[in-house]
């Protein structure tokens, strides 16, 4: 089952990134840290792992990239948390870092989280010199001024501007805040087997808007406890969002065209992919 297998790299994952973390300082820098990574579906990880055991590798191989990629994706919510960005007092059921700690250690916990990710991509069992030098540029350009962080910035942009945006510049915003985390996830198993990463990069990119347009419907119709964080900010703000300029319908007929696009992807890896095209379909059935 889809789930089971979600949990279990999750796991895998929690525990390499406990490994890192084990035997630093006793401060609250480091519990804030280690806070910040528990809980969370785990799905940029697994993305790795699971793209490193299609191509043939297993999944101990991969697992560095898989932690990296989560402690980043760790620090971008302790940040996107913060007052002065998104302003958010819960995060996966508990209170968000600054709630729970403070500002200041927020924004170090974030900025030591970031540097972990790269840290972890030093790690000689994801390759050669080479191999390690690929991941981190990769890393460093999906979550930099190119990618994710282009993204909130442009987020915060139309916030400030309180005009809405066109499905277009949404559509280009997510692909940088939500969606360049899963290419370079998906992409990450391939980077390590020395593939082909593009038919990856195919499938991620649809499947990283899929995502984020069933985050849309969520806060429209989802249940605050099952999402563990708050519902509903987006339309009180007055933000434009898939659902605000699609509809409930046409968001969700969107979001099922993107996942037949990116199984549609996998054809190159046949019956090897369908975990993979499992994990498409889980990213709008979820619940939470």
């Known amino acids: 089952m889809f789930v089971t297998a979600l949990a279990e790299d999750a796991a895998q ?15 609250p820098l480091i519990h804030a840290m280690r806070y910040a990574v528990k809980g969370g579906k785990g799905l940029r990880g697994f993305l790795v792992l699971e793209g490193a055991r299609m191509l043939g590798l297993a999944a101990d191989r991969a697992l560095p990239a898989a932690a990296a990629v ?3 994706h760790a620090y971008s919510l302790v940040h996107d948390d913060l007052p ?10 508990q209170p968000t870092v600054h709630v729970k700690w403070n500002e200041a250690t927020a924004i170090l916990a974030g900025d030591a989280l970031q540097a972990l990710a790269f ?13 390690r030098v690929a991941l981190l540029a990769g890393l460093a350009q999906a979550s930099g001024a190119e990618g994710m962080v282009l993204g909130q910035a442009l987020d915060m942009a139309a916030a400030d501007a309180a005009v809405p945006l066109t499905l277009a510049q949404i559509t280009a915003l997510q692909a940088g805040k939500t969606g360049a985390l899963f290419r370079w996830a998906a992409e990450a198993g391939a980077v390590i087997a020395g593939a082909d990463p593009a038919p990856l990069r195919a499938y991620a990119t649809a499947l990283g808007l899929a995502f984020q347009i069933a985050d849309d419907i969520l806060d429209e119709t989802g249940d605050a406890g099952k999402a563990g964080k708050r519902l509903h900010k987006d339309a009180a ?11 409930l319908d046409g ?24 975990t993979l095209r499992h994990c498409a379909r889980f990213v709008i059935a979820r619940e939470m």
């Open 84 to 93: 002065a960005m998104d302003d958010d007092d819960l995060r996966r059921g």
């Open 119 to 131: 840290e972890l991509l030093t790690d000689p069992v994801l390759g050669p010199a080479e191999v």
């Open 70 to 72: 989560e402690a980043l």
């Open 251 to 274: 968001a969700r007929a969107r979001a099922k065209v993107l996942v037949d696009e990116a199984e549609a992807a996998l054809q190159p890896y046949g019956a090897a992919a369908d």
């Open 237 to 247: 703000a007055g933000k434009a969002t898939f659902v605000s300029l699609l509809g």
């Open 13 to 27: 994952v929690q525990a390499r990134l406990e490994a890192a973390l084990a035997g630093r300082a006793d401060l």
